[in-house]
């Protein structure tokens, strides 16, 4: 009958709780409303204030490497903090020998669509604009350049997935003759004077197959239309991408490619004070005269991306990560190779991805790495592995487009992979040949009385027993079947050899292994 007053107790105890805590509840609400308000106001006070961070700077970014996926994630995202900056000009400082086609159309379209004008800047002295670069000079609100730097060469290796060089006008020419009525035109003088003709002329000539006049003619479309936005030499540009001609820095300016020379930084924010561009929101005058520079450094991201995507480093990862998976398959457990070696596969397998890779070389190192692996299981005296050693090799010279500037592998780290895989797998199977070559000399004792499954029928006295989970060669000087028990004598002093009689002869043919009774 005692027990209603403890459960009493604890309803009243609960009770209390729960009154304070209602009691607690308004005033809890009232600090979390205060708190949030807070928050919200200092939110729109940052955002408000961040746009006057960028008034009247000119935000500055440096390029001065190929074109990749890391310079074109740090262009785009440059600009996009100009324009939630509130900055009133973006200088791109570019310094490059080309690159993707593909970033460079993303660089170029953040450049066009931009809220705030993009000038280009080919600096410091004896710098290049050239390929991609060129496409970026069209693309800017403003173009410069300082002396004694080039532009051009414009040419699409690898635009649009493929592309050759251009076929000179002789060429061009003797393919339309031969391609013709060439038997009609024999003896003709005009057919003959016009390869001399052909030579004089400057008209450009699209190249030789389908796909390289598809990317070349695309190209010119492109920069042609970026030369009619902004008012520049479209003809030249046309003729840089057919071509693959180039021009000084003054040349430049003459043929009006270009609007201004400047040979630093304030000078160039001098020159272009009062020039009018044209935006996607109509005509916009600069005023640059008085801007403050202020640079934007890459950051870790961007450095990161940068290290990440080289190829020569994409390379070692992918040979890394292989090789540490591979590891980990013939020592399951082991643990250390396999995280390493799929981090690495990871990481490599991002860069591959943005980068311009030959799949006929990425399947030519599949396919080594899947030999080298089958040598350890399918014995075939090195064949296997000495071909898949090679194919690894060809696979990681053809693995990324050379064409593409910047963006190729070094050939000594290529050769030092190859050289250290060949390096390792012969001495595997070295040790591989002496462990077969000579019997342990415990193993030799250790089997002999044991009793083994004949597995064919003995010929010549040589055949193969079960023992163990193993399968042995045997000799024995008696006739012996398939499926019968023998006895092992001993083993061949020569090599893997044992020596048996049958079971039944020895008067154990019900012991499983006397040796080790």
Known sequence: MRWPMPTLSLHRRRMRLTDAMNALAPSSIRWATAVATLMLLLGFALSFAQPAGGAGRAYVLTVADAIGAATGDYIVRGIEQAEADGAELVVLRLDTPGGLVSTTRDIVGAMLNARVPVVVWVTPA?????????????????????????????????????????????????DLVDDGSSDDGAGDPEAEAAPAQAEDQNTPAPSGDAAGRKAINDAVAW??????????????????????????????????????????LAQLL????????????????LATAELEPFEIEPDWRTRLLSIVT?????????????????????????????????????????????????????????LGLALIAVELFVPSFGILGIGGIVAVVFGSVLLFDTGVPGLGVNRGVIGGMGLIAALTFGIVMRVAMRSLGKPRPAVAHELDGDLAEALVDFRDGRGRVHLHGEDWRAHCERPVRAG?????????PEGFVLEVEPASESGAESELNPSTS
């Open 310 to 366: 080289n190829p020569t480093l994409a390379y070692i990862l992918l040979m890394v990560g292989i090789y540490g998976l591979i590891l980990e398959g013939y020592n399951p457990g082991a643990l250390v190779p396999g995280v390493i070696g799929g981090i690495c596969l990871l990481v490599a397998l991002y860069a591959l991805q943005v980068l311009p890779v030959n799949y006929a070389g990425l399947a030519l190192i599949a």
């Open 270 to 285: 001098a020159a272009i004070d009062g020039r009018e561009v044209r935006m996607n929101d109509g005509l916009r005058v």
């Open 484 to 492: 019968e028990r023998v006895r092992v004598l001993r083993m061949h």
């Open 223 to 264: 920069i042609r239309s970026l030369a009619e936005r902004h008012g520049r030499n479209a003809d030249w540009a046309e003729q840089a991408v057919r071509e693959a001609v180039s021009l000084t820095a003054r040349e430049a300016l003459e043929q009006n490619v270009i609007d201004v020379i400047a040979a630093d």
């Open 126 to 174: 004896g710098a290049r604009a050239a390929s991609a670069g060129t496409y970026m000079l069209y693309g800017a609100h403003v173009a410069a350049m300082s002396p004694s730097t080039t532009l051009g060469a414009a040419t699409p290796v690898q635009l649009g997935g493929g592309g050759s060089a251009p076929a000179s006008p002789a060429e061009r020419l003797r």
